[in-house]
């Protein structure tokens, strides 16, 4: 086992008891359409693998009793080897949101995990009819660079969404709809 995959659960584990909430708005403002009330870290194998995945957990709340077009974007850094650092990116967009709590989540294959290192920072960005209107950043503990987001490389399509992935069966329906288009 290398060492991104035996530090990963104790990592994420520290992540989880960690969790950052968002602050409830002030006294008179409206409340917005989408909120991002909570990003997490899990880790899960499949049945019959010992390799554990990632899954960035988002919980939010939408206001609309039917929310369509409500969009996640999705940068996680992740820390490998020798303090190098990678970003990953990706975009989910769903449709049929109910009003109330809302469970979104994507997913870092243990692959990547081995390949490039475990997600130390996770900054979700939320829209709602093309608007952004809401941004979470979420730093695990230890030494998180300021301003990671704008200054390491970014690889794309390795921030998997759940159809992109073996868990579509068992994950599936603890989200809204995925718009099939992306």
Known sequence: MNIAHSLLPALLATFVSSTLLAQAPTPGEKPKDVKIEQVTIETAALPGSTLP????????TSVPRWADGVVLNYSALLAGPSNTFKIIQGVVRYANVK???????MYISPHTVERFGTPVAILVKAFYKDEQIDEFNF?????VPANWDRQFDRV??????VLQTPWVMADYSACPDIFAAQ
Do not use: E
Request: glycine share 20%; no cysteine.
């Open 156 to 161: 794309q399509g390795l921030l998997l969404n």
């Open 139 to 143: 730093k695990g503990p230890g030494q």
């Open 53 to 60: 995945w990632a899954k960035l957990v988002t919980r939010f």
């Open 99 to 105: 009003g109330g709590s809302n469970r979104a989540v």
